[in-house]
C-alpha cells in the first residue's frame, strides 16, 4: 500500500476517535475504579475508637484551638482559661482550674481522660 500525502496526514475517523475514547474509558476504569479489595479477617479488627488514642489536652500549655476540642469549651471560655494563665501563670491544681470563670467542677471531672495539668 502507498501512502499519499493526504493519508499520513488525515485525521482519524469516527472509528478511531471512538475507539481511542473507548480504551481510555477501559484503562481509566481498570486505573481509577480497580473494584472492591477484599477485606479478609473484617471481624477481627477493633473499632476505631480502640486503636485512636487521643492525645489529652494540657491545659498550661495548650492554645486556643486545642481548648475548645474540651466538652463545654467554646471559644469564649477557652479565652477565659488563656487569660487566667497570663494573669495568674500556669495551673497548679484542678482547683485553681475551677477559679476560672465558667469552668465549674463537673466541667472538669468530665475532662478526666481528655485533659491534664502537667
Known amino acids: 500500500m502507498e501512502w499519499s500525502k493526504d493519508t499520513r496526514t488525515s ?8 475507539g ?34 487521643p492525645v489529652p489536652v494540657n491545659l498550661n500549655t495548650a492554645g486556643l484551638e ?18 487566667y494563665r497570663q494573669e495568674h501563670g500556669p495551673f497548679e491544681s484542678w482547683e485553681d482550674v475551677d477559679r476560672v470563670k465558667g469552668i465549674s467542677m463537673n466541667m472538669i471531672e468530665a475532662w478526666e481522660d481528655t485533659a491534664v495539668l502537667s
Open 11 to 18: 485525521k482519524p475517523g469516527w472509528k478511531g476517535i471512538l
Open 66 to 83: 486545642e481548648l475548645v476540642l474540651l466538652e463545654g469549651i467554646g471559644e469564649a471560655k477557652a479565652q477565659a482559661i488563656l487569660d
Open 20 to 53: 481511542i475514547a473507548l480504551a481510555a474509558v477501559v484503562l481509566g476504569g481498570f486505573v481509577f475504579f480497580p473494584g472492591p479489595v477484599p477485606v479478609h479477617g473484617a471481624d477481627d479488627l477493633l473499632p476505631l475508637e480502640e486503636t485512636v488514642q
